[in-house]
């Protein structure tokens, strides 16, 4: 995992959701980089796997992030073993079910946005106190090319994601003196675990949206979001880099 570009020397990130997909490759590429990582996730089995694979650079905290207090305790423990957190990347996050609004379970819609929204916004809550202690801080929201456009049958998850783009432009505003940078990134449909939650079909008309005809990689995300974590992004906050192949109209 030797990497010549060392943007990450003496940082530590963490990441919701960073066991797998997105987190963990956007985990392993900060790893190659200098930094340390603490992995923030729910699954305790694949966070024992993404630590042995990224080595000592890596700690694991398995919790929930729709419950604050857990979210809370992970953030001062964290906070505690590494001395600071100088990048949230938050990307974990579900689909929730295709059904059509009149049809959507209540239950189902909510859970959508206690991980997506409500979890997000307990993560960016209770590491931004941290952040400014040090003065120096990157937070990156993973939204969705849903939250601006909205997906058919998918109203919980594209409403989620269109939260996260509200709630990363404020909280950028907020920050702006207190050296602090919050961006979000709204990627297409990705090759990742999360597709084996969806409908076929559903697949198929998300890739038909597309003008590149292909999906993203996770590799093309973890790029991305290593540079508006780095301290390179310095003047950009409260900003969303699409990232859609080609789909984005604004």
Same mark, same amino acid.
């Not at 709204?186 to 675990?193: G, M």
């Given at each position: 995992?030797?990497?010549?570009?060392?943007?990450?020397?003496?940082?530590?990130?963490?990441?919701?959701?960073?066991?797998?997909?997105? =987190?963990?490759?956007?985990?392993?590429?900060?790893?190659?980089?200098?930094?340390?990582?603490?992995?923030? %996730?729910?699954?305790?089995?694949?966070?024992?796997?993404?630590?042995?694979?990224?080595?000592?650079?890596?700690?694991?905290?398995?919790?929930?992030?729709?419950?604050?207090?857990?979210?809370?305790?992970?953030?001062?423990?964290?906070?505690?073993?590494?001395?600071?957190? %100088?990048?949230?990347?938050?990307?974990?996050?579900?689909?929730?079910?295709?059904?059509?609004?009149?049809?959507?379970?209540?239950?189902? #819609?909510?859970?959508?946005?206690?991980?997506?929204?409500?979890?997000?916004?307990?993560?960016?809550?209770?590491?931004?106190?941290?952040?400014?202690?040090?003065?120096?801080?990157?937070?990156?929201?993973?939204?969705?090319?849903?939250?601006?456009?909205?997906?058919?049958?998918?109203?919980?998850?594209?409403?989620?994601?269109?939260?996260?783009?509200?709630?990363?432009?404020?909280?950028?505003?907020?920050?702006?003196?207190?050296?602090?940078?919050?961006?979000?990134?709204?990627?297409?449909?990705?090759?990742?675990?999360?597709?084996?939650?969806?409908?076929?079909?559903?697949?198929?008309?998300?890739?038909?949206?597309?003008?590149?005809?292909?999906?993203?990689?996770?590799?093309?995300?973890?790029?991305?979001?290593? #540079?508006?974590?780095?301290?390179?992004?310095?003047?950009?906050? =409260?900003?969303?880099?699409?990232?859609?192949?080609?789909?984005?109209?604004?």
């Amino acid at each position: 995992m030797a990497n010549s570009i060392r943007r990450y020397e003496g940082r530590h990130a963490v990441i919701t959701g960073g066991a797998s997909g997105i =987190g963990f490759k956007t985990a392993e590429r900060i790893v190659s980089e200098g930094g340390t990582v603490s992995i923030w %996730d729910v699954d305790a089995a694949k966070i024992d796997e993404a630590k042995n694979a990224l080595g000592d650079a890596a700690h694991g905290v398995r919790l929930d992030v729709a419950d604050p207090d857990q979210v809370a305790r992970a953030a001062q423990e964290t906070a505690k073993a590494y001395g600071k957190i %100088d990048v949230l990347v938050c990307s974990a996050g579900i689909t929730g079910p295709n059904a059509k609004v009149a049809d959507y379970p209540i239950d189902e #819609w909510k859970r959508v946005f206690d991980i997506n929204l409500h979890g997000l916004f307990y993560c960016n809550r209770f590491v931004v106190p941290i952040m400014q202690k040090s003065g120096y801080g990157r937070i990156v929201n993973v939204a969705s090319i849903a939250g601006k456009e909205g997906n058919p049958n998918a109203s919980a998850y594209s409403a989620s994601k269109a939260a996260v783009i509200g709630l990363t432009k404020s909280l950028g505003k907020e920050l702006v003196h207190d050296g602090i940078t919050v961006n979000a990134i709204t990627p297409a449909t990705v090759e990742t675990p999360i597709l084996k939650q969806l409908q076929q079909n559903f697949i198929d008309y998300m890739l038909s949206k597309i003008p590149m005809q292909r999906f993203g990689k996770v590799e093309e995300l973890a790029a991305l979001i290593t #540079w508006i974590a780095s301290e390179e992004c310095s003047f950009t906050t =409260g900003a969303v880099f699409d990232i859609s192949g080609g789909r984005a109209t604004y």
